[in-house]
């Protein structure tokens, strides 16, 4: 079972699904780019890539397994505050360089 949140449990087993599909260079370009966020990293990756084989590579995995799914919000005060006066707004990581208002906490 595959459960997002432990990705040492699951990352081996979609880096072999994709592997065939990526240049050996692709973890050093990614790693010298620094994308800021997970949507600049899939740009590059597409970019290096062919775009439909990893898409069908990632979709062949997931449905080779069950996903463990949940959902739990972990917002901070100013974020709840945001989203009572201006509702959701949906990911995008443009969208975030332009009206990033709040702080971005680092986890360990």
């Not at 449990?9 to 966020?37: I, K, Q």
């Amino acid at each position: 079972m595959v459960d997002f949140d432990e990705i040492d449990n699951w990352d081996s087993g979609l880096s072999a699904a994709l592997s065939p599909h990526l240049p050996n260079s692709v973890g050093a370009t990614l790693e010298t780019a620094a994308p800021e966020y997970v949507e600049d990293a899939r740009d590059l990756l597409f970019e290096l890539t062919d775009r439909d084989a990893i898409i069908d590579a990632t979709l062949t995995w997931i449905r080779s397994t069950k996903i463990a799914g949940y959902h739990r919000s972990r917002l901070v005060d100013e974020e709840i505050a945001a989203i009572r006066a201006e509702g959701l707004i949906p990911l995008n990581s443009e969208a975030r360089r332009q009206t990033d208002p709040l702080p971005r906490q680092q986890t360990c």
